[in-house]
Nanobody
Framework: VQLQASGGGLVHAGGSLRLSCVAS????????IGWFRQAPGKEREGVAC????????YYADSVSGRFTISRDNVKNTVDLQMNRLKPEDTAVYYC??????????????????WGQGTQVTVSS
């Protein structure tokens, strides 16, 4: 399984970006997938995670109401629509998959696969 993230870039505060992650080689129907981020000098944190077969979704408090995660099970993609971006959203964003479908564990960082990361920079 390979995860390829794209869509990062530089945006002014208040702007929007849409990240996309393609999970190639993922043949399981039930899995958890989501986005994490790591800012310089900080620990990696969960941003948003979802499950391939349920509506269960986790969002970090800091992004709730501004970010929306969506998935396409046919294409094995997961997108992260980020609106009203703030400078504190600046980080490298990673997509990740828990292939056994354990959403809560994925939220805790237990992923079987990680993408390479895409940089998001929000200027003030």
């Amino acid at each position: 399984v390979q995860l390829q993230a794209s869509g990062g870039g530089l945006v002014h505060a208040g702007g929007s970006l849409r990240l996309s992650c393609v999970a190639s080689g993922l043949t399981k129907e039930s899995y958890a997938i989501g986005w994490f981020r790591q800012a310089p000098g900080k620990e990696r944190e969960g941003v948003a995670c979802t499950h391939s077969r349920t509506v269960s979704t986790y969002y970090a408090d800091s992004v709730s109401g501004r970010f929306t995660i969506s998935r396409d099970n046919v294409k094995n993609t997961v997108d992260l629509q980020m609106n009203r971006l703030k400078p504190e959203d600046t980080a490298v964003y990673y997509c990740a998959v828990n292939r056994r479908g354990f959403l809560s564990r994925l939220w805790g960082g237990e992923a079987d696969y990680w993408g390479q990361g895409t940089q998001v920079t929000v200027s003030s």
